[in-house]
């Protein structure tokens, strides 16, 4: 059995403040993308994980692995599979890759074990494992709230929007990002008012602490609004993904190339399908 294992970015994240248990309040629109880890499962003697990533943890560090245990635990059925994840989500880009890789998890090893746990068992056991997996058991457009796990369909949003992705060679801690947000400021002559557009708004609160400390990502912020193929450009997450907004599909391979040329060949970029 295989399963797909989306993508994600936030065209939208506020951060509302610190909870007493420790998390940020957030509000954040969440779409998937056309990018997209695989999960493959089989029967096996006992339980095993491979990834073809070699920098992939194959232990508890994986959610993957989590995922699996916390799934055994709960069902009481025998962890007799094998487990191959193949990775095409770079890792520390805001893009949800370990996040995804776990719903996927969940939602395999019901359908393989034939469990029926439900939807809102399954969303419990994402948010055991972390405030952004619940959204990506539906795997469709999503408002979600409180430290992520409360996930209400984006009924609203109906648009499939082409987006260019970029990421340099180095990624952001997520917990970091969010414990440097209060104190931070913004940067002279970096643009970090909400964009516009008919279907809603581009806006995103982390990057404030993230551009202060990664110089290249307000440069490339800036850069991009300014690129005649681009609509809007904004950070996923938090970061270090720069998401740029095309204003028709199939120009991202241009600007991918002049991006290149302007902060190296190492540069990552995938022009996708968002929504």
């Not at 993508?7 to 420790?22: C, E, F, H, T, W």
């Not at 800036?222 to 993904?241: K, Y």
Request: glycine letters at 10%; a negative charge.
């Amino acid at each position: 059995m295989e399963f797909a294992a989306p993508a994600k970015i936030n065209l939208s994240l506020r951060v509302l403040g610190k909870r007493p248990d420790g998390f940020h309040a957030i509000e954040t629109l969440i779409v998937p993308l056309g990018l997209a880890d695989r999960l493959t499962i089989e029967e096996a003697e006992e339980w095993a994980f491979s990834c073809d990533d070699p920098s992939v943890p194959g232990d508890e560090g994986n959610l993957v692995v989590r995922a699996a245990r916390l799934f055994f635990a709960a069902t009481g059925l025998k962890d007799a599979v094998r487990c191959h994840l193949a990775k095409a989500i770079p890792h520390g880009a805001g893009l949800g890759g370990g996040s995804s890789d776990a719903a996927a998890a969940l939602r395999m090893l019901d359908a393989f074990f034939a469990a029926n746990l439900g939807r809102d068992r399954l969303m419990a056991m994402a948010a055991e494992l972390g405030s952004d997996v619940p959204v990506f058991v539906d795997g469709r457009p999503a408002r979600c709230r409180g430290r992520g796990e409360i996930v209400e369909p984006a009924a609203d949003f109906q648009e499939k929007l082409p987006v260019l992705l970029l990421k340099p060679e180095f990624g952001v801690s997520t917990p970091w990002a969010y414990q440097c947000w209060k104190d931070s400021r913004p940067l002279p002559g970096v643009r970090y008012e909400a964009q516009c557009f008919s279907w809603g708004i581009l806006e995103n609160d982390l990057e404030r602490p993230v551009f202060q400390k990664y110089l290249l990502l307000p440069a490339m912020k800036e850069w991009l609004r300014g690129q005649p193929e681009v609509s809007g450009a904004l950070m996923s997450g938090s970061g270090s993904t720069m998401l740029a907004l095309l204003r028709e599909p199939g120009v991202g391979k241009g600007l991918a190339l002049r991006a290149r040329e302007m902060y190296g060949e190492a540069l990552w970029a995938f022009e996708t399908i968002a929504g």
